[in-house]
């Protein structure tokens, strides 16, 4: 087993890796998209419309997809943006400076915050947990850098159950990916004509440390004194279309991924995920989607 350093150096070294090509890999926007994306999946976590936050700390913030959209969008005034990688704010800070952004980036790790108590409004992050190998400290500091009456909001977490479903998808596009690949006429990776694994692809496979079940994420907020602590389900359909399309997607080179079928995916994406929105989600446990979001509030 990895002990905690080793966990934040891959983790770090990965995302230092990956962040030149990160938002082009996800399909990251900061526009009408992107921002109605992320302010939807904070009022899911919270179970209402988020208000206005006046200074906000995001954690993990990797190359800003969250927080900047929800600066753009109104409902952060002052963002401050952490990550363990130097590579990813350096992203995030260029990204914020086209869009003519303030944001104060910080290098440090979750369970060291380098912020007074009662710093913030809103502490946050999207897909961050499951990286933390040290998740009952990080949400003491979380509880600690709050102000009374401050809300966390965490989203994008993978669940136990839904990641092993997600393993369905994975292993039925790697059968067909030579299919796929000769259908839309992209050229396979490297990797896929018999060389070895980048650095990182290898430490792609070791940087996520945790699936939660529900329980899971409830009891590291509830034990760090936060209060109306929930967890909600979010991306079944959606989820496993998204993992089928980005598998084909890891076996082809980049740059010969026609446009026409990542227009198809994303839109193919979006479509099932207001199905799950509307459909699954009211009605099916939250253990059962892919992604879990967990929000509660600071005592006060």
Same mark, same amino acid.
């Given at each position: 087993?990895?002990?905690?350093?080793?966990?934040?150096?891959?983790?770090?070294?990965?995302?230092?890796?990956?962040?030149?090509?990160?938002?082009?890999?996800?399909?990251?926007?900061?526009?009408?998209?992107?921002?109605?994306?992320?302010?939807?999946?904070?009022?899911?976590?919270?179970?209402?419309?988020?208000?206005?936050?006046?200074?906000?700390?995001?954690?993990?913030?990797?190359?800003?997809?969250?927080?900047?959209?929800? #600066?753009? !969008?109104?409902?952060? *005034?002052? $963002?401050? %943006?952490?990550?363990?990688?130097? =590579?990813?704010? @350096?992203?995030?800070? &260029?990204?914020?400076?086209?869009?003519?952004?303030?944001?104060?980036?910080?290098?440090?790790?979750?369970?060291?915050?380098?912020?007074?108590?009662?710093?913030?409004?809103?502490?946050?992050?999207?897909?961050?947990?499951?990286?933390?190998?040290?998740?009952?400290?990080?949400?003491?500091?979380?509880?600690?850098?709050?102000?009374?009456?401050?809300?966390?909001?965490?989203?994008?977490?993978?669940?136990?159950?839904?990641?092993?479903?997600?393993?369905?998808?994975?292993?039925?596009?790697?059968?067909?990916?030579?299919?796929?690949?000769?259908?839309?006429?992209?050229?396979?990776?490297?990797?896929?004509?018999?060389?070895?694994?980048?650095?990182?692809?290898?430490?792609?496979?070791?940087?996520? #440390?945790? !699936?939660?079940?529900? *329980?899971? $994420?409830? %009891?590291?907020?509830?034990?760090? =004194?936060?209060? @109306?602590?929930?967890? &909600?389900?979010?991306?079944?359909?959606?989820?496993?279309?998204?993992?089928?399309?980005?598998?084909?997607?890891?076996?082809?080179?980049?740059?010969?991924?026609?446009?026409?079928?990542?227009?198809?995916?994303?839109?193919?994406?979006?479509?099932?995920?207001?199905?799950?929105?509307?459909?699954?989600?009211?009605?099916?446990?939250?253990?059962?989607?892919?992604?879990?979001?967990?929000?509660?509030?600071?005592?006060?």
């Amino acid at each position: 087993m990895k002990t905690a350093d080793a966990i934040r150096w891959s983790n770090a070294r990965y995302h230092d890796l990956a962040a030149a090509r990160y938002d082009a890999k996800w399909g990251i926007t900061y526009d009408g998209v992107g921002q109605t994306q992320v302010t939807r999946k904070l009022r899911k976590a919270l179970g209402r419309a988020p208000g206005r936050y006046g200074r906000a700390l995001e954690v993990g913030a990797g190359t800003g997809y969250f927080g900047i959209n929800l #600066v753009l !969008a109104g409902v952060v *005034g002052e $963002l401050v %943006a952490t990550d363990i990688s130097s =590579g990813m704010l @350096r992203t995030l800070s &260029r990204s914020a400076a086209d869009l003519g952004l303030e944001v104060e980036t910080v290098r440090c790790e979750a369970s060291a915050l380098p912020f007074a108590d009662g710093s913030f409004d809103l502490v946050f992050g999207h897909a961050v947990l499951h990286h933390l190998p040290d998740l009952d400290v990080s949400f003491r500091e979380f509880r600690r850098v709050l102000r009374p009456g401050g809300e966390i909001a965490f989203c994008g977490e993978p669940s136990r159950l839904g990641d092993g479903l997600a393993a369905l998808p994975k292993r039925g596009a790697l059968a067909f990916a030579p299919l796929w690949r000769a259908l839309i006429g992209a050229r396979s990776r490297p990797t896929w004509n018999g060389a070895g694994p980048t650095e990182e692809e290898v430490l792609e496979r070791v940087v996520d #440390v945790h !699936a939660f079940t529900p *329980g899971a $994420l409830y %009891a590291p907020a509830h034990a760090a =004194g936060f209060e @109306r602590v929930r967890v &909600r389900g979010e991306d079944l359909m959606a989820g496993l279309f998204g993992w089928a399309n980005r598998t084909f997607e890891s076996t082809a080179e980049p740059d010969a991924v026609p446009w026409a079928w990542r227009v198809y995916a994303h839109r193919g994406y979006l479509a099932l995920q207001a199905l799950d929105r509307t459909l699954l989600e009211p009605r099916l446990p939250a253990g059962l989607f892919y992604n879990l979001l967990v929000s509660g509030r600071a005592p006060g």
